[in-house]
């Protein structure tokens, strides 16, 4: 359990950072998808995460990390 929450909070900070890079602006909006990650974080430290939605947030964290490292790779060798 506990891995898992820092393997989101980690996710989590991978993913403003590299929006941070690629200059995408802070998003505080509610649709936005790192603020769904800290939610299911804070609901597998309290007990109420389920293993779907925990395995759904991890695999989206991932495909988060993967999409914007490709976007910061294109942009790397357009300069």
Partial sequence: MIE????LDRS???IRQL???IGI???YAAADAVLDLQE???MLI???ATPE???ASLLEAADMIHTLHIVLDTRTRSI
């Fill in 46 to 48: 309290s007990g109420e």
């Fill in 25 to 27: 602006p802070a998003s």
């Fill in 19 to 21: 929006r941070e890079t």
């Fill in 4 to 7: 898992k929450a820092r393997l």
């Fill in 40 to 42: 299911t974080q804070l």
């Fill in 53 to 55: 939605q925990v395995k």
């Fill in 12 to 14: 989590v900070a991978t």
